[in-house]
Nanobody, 126 residues
Framework: QVQLVESGGGLVQAGGSLRLSCAAS????????MGWFRQAPGKEREFIAA????????YYADSVKGRFTISRDNAKNTVYLQMNSLTPEDTAVYFC???????????????????WGQGTQVTVSS
């Protein structure tokens, strides 16, 4: 079992940047494939980025490709989401998630993941 805690959200102006962190505890992060999702008011939770257990393969939603980058630092047991060129459409609660230990590949849907953080709010002003 792994516990996840997101941090780094906040209020930024359009065109700005934020770096979200997801700290894992209970198990070694390198054991898990990881993903980032977001949910805006009145919207479904959507996939935005994922990384395989090894960190070699990464996947991005078309809406964030070229602007967001997922990475991990196994020494710190932390996954990051670097977000650049933010727009108001990026406003949402952002969640990190871990797949089951037996799944090393990156998933792109919510039901691919079994462990979730509490979420961190990102608000982008016009």
């Amino acid at each position: 079992q792994v516990q996840l805690v997101e941090s780094g959200g906040g209020l930024v102006q359009a065109g700005g940047s934020l770096r979200l962190s997801c700290a894992a505890s209970g198990r070694t992060l390198s054991t898990y494939a990881m993903g980032w999702f977001r949910q805006a008011p009145g919207k479904e939770r959507e996939f935005i980025a994922a990384q395989s257990r090894t960190g070699i393969s990464t996947y991005y939603a078309d809406s964030v490709k070229g602007r967001f980058t997922i990475s991990r630092d196994n020494a710190k047991n932390t996954v990051y989401l670097q977000m650049n060129s933010l727009t108001p459409e990026d406003t949402a609660v952002y969640f990190c998630a871990a797949r089951g230990r037996n799944y090393g590949g990156a998933g792109t849907s919510t039901n691919d993941y079994v462990y979730w953080g509490q979420g961190t709010q990102v608000t982008v002003s016009s």
